[in-house]
Every structure is written in structure tokens, then in C-alpha cells.
């Protein structure tokens, strides 16, 4: 049978990797061939990411593949976190480092829009949740302090774009990142102009954009030259991570909710229609852009980056496995602390444990005294964010939904699926753990011809990987009040 050999570049906000995706027949296989640490860099008191060292990094990685392993992938495709954007000069030259969303300029800039366009007709026009990192609050923030760079500026890229374009030379918008910005119309690669002029922001920095699943270029000369890889495709595929990953839900159905588990927790089902209605912004849904014409609603709940913080800060003194943080949680009684997981004090604090302790006790539930408690408090509240945010999607859409797929990294997390099980009451499937890189594999193969459909991707996928199941628990003390929180 013949293989066919893809390698994904999958950009975290805390890690990011090169792996390789070997298909025979409809049977995937995953190698890692390089993975290396991601970090927001601090610099005069902004955040910013390195975007040359990763292309470094990714450049290395597909020279490990040709060289080391001996392999020549046909194609390469690269995925990455949402909104955030670099700056091309008219020569094609990216003008500095992209600002890295968790940045503070943009802390006043919802506020300070909402006064040109009113909340309402922002949603409405873009059926996007409502967060301040969005690529639109960014360009605004940029408009309003007068930035000397946006004067110079022709065209921005998204950062799995930019990272394609260094590859290939192509500078292309594809529309699962671009919905990521808050400046489309709902479900359309269609850019929302009045919006984005009232905000003020040119209109001719923003591509036409296209759908994942095309080829948008060969590797540039110099780029052959340094990996020792022949001139391959460079693939748009799902650019948003998230997309990419909800491309690999291993479902034969409609009927089910994933969470894909990382730094963020995405919650949400897959629609044929973006879902924007009163109710939606009432409850700040987000429809992101999803592959083969489909439409992500779905929440961002903090997710990990609770825990990252934790382990970061507590690494000056000891740094925790993950495994070892996991254990201490199940030491400390279950719901004693309880916080809202999306309050926007947990962005980017200084210090995310004493942050969490001052929440408790503004609260009025006392402070948490250990580690453990803190690390229960999390894992607590995120599940039952989990069962708040079924709830929701439940008010917003009649779509069945009898299971939950968990994936993604933090799917290899026992506890809290099983946290997540009870306190959703449903079955709790987990796995792949690398399905934002499985999904832009199968979207590579989607391009080059290997496989017709979304539904024969997912096969792939269900063919491919062992899935853990968590069955429900029946309610009792264990799984928290019945109302969530
Ligand atoms: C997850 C993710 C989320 C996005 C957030 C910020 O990695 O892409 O979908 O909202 O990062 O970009």
C-alpha cells in the first residue's frame, strides 16, 4: 500500500511542533519529529511573539524530517492560536514582532470601540464572542495610540499565514484564522468593511481571503536550500488551531460537544449555519470558521494556561509534573473553592496563584491554604464552566448532543475528564491528543487529493487513534451544587 507522508507545523502558545503524518490506506500514523518551547516575550513592559525564532524552529524541523529521518514529506501546512497578526511593509518585509494577544494595550480598547459601535451591532455583525484580544480591539488599539508602524503597513497576515508566506513567498488569508479577528461576516470569507472602516481601520490591509484545503504554494529557494527538502506545497489548511482540531473529532454524527483541551478550553459543537441571535450575545457565543463549510460555535474558557500559571509561578521554589499536580488535586476536598475560570483577572496576571486565593476570599469562600487546594479550586471550576457552558450551547441550538469528545493535549488528563463526565452527565470520550496536528495532516491529504471529505477525514481519524471513555458518575456530593456556577 502506498504511504503518504505530510508534516504539520502546530504553533501553541506554550509549545510548539513538527510532526509527521504517514497515511496508508485509511490508517494514520503520528511521529514527532521536533517540538520546542513557545513563550510570550516580554519586552518594555509588552508582550510580543518571537516570530522569527519559530520560523527557525520550524525550518529545523522540516530539515530533521528530510535529513534525520529520511523522509520527504509531500507537503507542509501550518496551524497556530488565533488573532494575532504581523505587519508587511510594501516590500513584502514583516516590520516587527507581533504583539502577543494576552498584551495589556488592549485592556481599555472594547470599551473605547463600544463608544463608535455599539456592543449589539458588533456581535451581530461578526458573531463572535466578545473577547479584547480580538484582532479587531488590537488593530483599534493600534488606530487609537497612532501607531508609526500602521502608517507603513500594506498588508497584515495572521500568524499561520505569515508563517505560510515565509514559507512559500505566498501572502494568502485563510478564513479559519480570519474569523478568528472579529472583522468577518458570520460564515463568510467575507470581510464586515463598515465595521472595520468605522473602527478605523483600512480596509486594504486585509486580503481576500480563501478556504482551507489549497495549495498556496511551493517552498521558497532559500528555504529548499537550508532543509534540504525538495520544493514542496506549502498547504493552507485549517490555520486556527481550533479548526484543525475540531477537524479530527473522531464522530460518524452530529450529536456531539468537544472541548478541545490546551491552554484554552474550546467548548462547542460543530452547525451547518453560524447561530447569531440575541441569546447568542447574550450568552457571548462565538461562530468561528471551521473546515468544509462548517461553523465552530463554541466558548473559550480560560482552560490550562490556570494551571500553567500555577506551575510557573511554584517552579521558583519546585516545578511540578503535571501528573504530580493531578495527584495533589485529588488530596484536597472536592468544591471548597470555586472561581469563575473566565474572569478577565486570570488574562495575565502577575502571580496566578495569589490571584486565585484573593478571588476565594473576595468571594467569601475563605483562602485557599495548599497547592492542592488551589489545583482542585481549578480543575473544579473548569468543570463545572463545562456543564454552565453544555447549558448554554443547549439554549442556543435543538442539535442533539448525547456525548463529548475531549481533545487535544489536556485530554490526557483522567481526572478532569472524569470531572467532566459527571458534572455534564454525559459519556466522555478522550483522545487524539495531537489533533490539531492530525487535523492538519488530514486537511494536507484533503488537498492533495488522499481523501474526498470531512466525513471520510473523521473515519481516518476513528480508524486511527484509541479512545478513552469516561462514563458519568450519578450526581451526589462529589460533582458540586446542581445549579453550576
Ligand atoms: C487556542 C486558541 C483559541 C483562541 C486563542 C487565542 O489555542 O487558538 O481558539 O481564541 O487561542 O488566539
Not at 48 to 59: A, D, Y
Not at 132 to 146: G, P
Request: hydrophobic share 40%.
Amino acid at each position: 500500500m502506498p504511504k503518504h507522508h505530510y508534516l504539520a507545523f502546530d504553533l501553541g502558545a506554550s509549545s510548539g511542533r513538527a510532526i509527521l503524518g504517514t497515511l496508508a490506506g485509511s490508517k494514520l500514523q503520528l511521529t514527532e519529529i521536533h517540538r520546542f518551547a513557545n513563550q510570550m516575550q516580554r519586552v518594555n513592559g509588552h508582550y510580543f511573539w518571537n516570530i522569527f525564532s519559530l520560523f527557525q524552529e520550524l525550518k529545523k524541523g522540516l530539515a530533521i524530517c528530510v535529513k534525520d529521518f529520511g523522509i520527504q514529506p509531500e507537503s507542509v501546512a501550518v496551524d497556530t492560536w488565533g488573532v494575532d497578526f504581523v505587519q508587511l511593509d510594501a516590500n513584502g518585509m514583516i516590520l516587527s514582532l507581533p504583539y502577543a494577544y494576552r498584551d495589556s494595550r488592549t485592556d481599555t480598547a472594547m470599551d473605547e470601540l463600544f463608544k463608535l459601535i455599539p456592543r449589539e451591532e458588533l456581535y451581530l455583525q461578526t458573531g463572535i464572542q466578545l473577547m479584547q484580544f480580538n484582532s479587531l480591539f488590537q488593530l483599534f488599539a493600534m488606530v487609537k495610540e497612532q501607531n508609526p508602524l500602521l502608517a507603513v503597513t500594506r498588508q497584515i497576515l495572521f500568524m499561520p499565514d505569515a508563517l505560510n508566506y515565509l514559507f512559500s513567498g505566498a501572502a494568502r488569508t485563510e478564513f479559519t484564522i480570519a474569523s478568528t479577528s472579529q472583522m468577518l461576516v458570520p460564515g463568510a470569507c467575507k470581510w464586515q468593511k463598515e465595521l472595520i472602516a468605522k473602527a478605523g481601520i483600512p480596509i486594504d490591509l486585509l486580503g481576500e481571503i480563501i478556504r482551507p484545503g489549497q495549495v498556496i504554494g511551493q517552498l521558497q529557494a532559500d528555504v529548499v536550500a537550508e532543509t534540504g527538502s525538495r520544493p514542496i506545497p506549502v498547504v493552507a489548511v485549517g490555520g486556527h488551531d481550533t479548526a484543525s482540531a475540531i477537524a479530527s473529532v473522531p464522530a460518524d454524527d452530529k450529536n456531539f460537544a468537544y472541548i478541545s483541551s490546551g491552554t484554552w478550553s474550546i467548548f462547542g459543537i460543530e452547525v451547518s449555519q453560524p447561530i447569531v441571535s440575541e441569546k447568542s450575545m447574550e450568552l457571548n457565543f462565538t461562530n468561528e470558521g471551521g473546515v468544509e463549510g462548517t461553523t465552530r460555535l463554541l466558548k473559550n474558557i480560560m482552560g490550562m494556561w490556570l494551571i500553567q500559571e500555577c506551575r510557573r509561578i511554584w517552579a521558583r521554589e519546585y516545578e511540578y509534573s503535571w501528573p504530580e499536580m493531578v495527584d495533589l488535586a485529588q488530596t484536597a476536598e472536592p468544591f471548597k473553592f470555586v472561581i469563575d475560570p473566565d474572569d478577565s483577572r486570570f488574562l495575565n496576571p502577575e502571580n496566578m496563584p495569589e490571584t486565585i486565593v484573593a478571588y476565594c476570599q473576595e468571594n467569601g469562600q475563605g483562602r485557599p491554604q495548599s497547592h492542592a487546594e488551589i489545583i482542585r479550586c481549578i480543575y473544579d471550576s473548569l468543570a463545572l464552566k463545562y456543564r454552565k457552558t453544555l447549558d448554554e450551547i443547549r439554549q442556543l441550538s435543538d442539535q442533539q448532543i448525547d456525548r463529548i469528545y475531549m481533545i487535544g493535549g489536556g485530554c490526557n488528563n483522567d481526572f478532569l475528564n472524569q470531572l467532566t463526565a459527571d458534572a455534564c452527565q454525559l459519556p466522555v470520550y478522550a483522545g487524539p491528543t495531537e489533533a490539531t496536528a492530525t487535523g492538519n495532516i488530514m486537511m494536507q491529504a484533503k488537498a492533495l487529493g488522499q481523501v474526498a471529505s470531512l466525513t471520510e477525514i473523521r473515519q481516518v481519524v476513528r480508524n486511527s487513534f484509541q479512545l478513552k471513555e469516561f462514563t458519568p458518575r450519578k450526581p451526589d456530593a462529589n460533582i458540586g451544587p446542581a445549579s453550576g456556577r
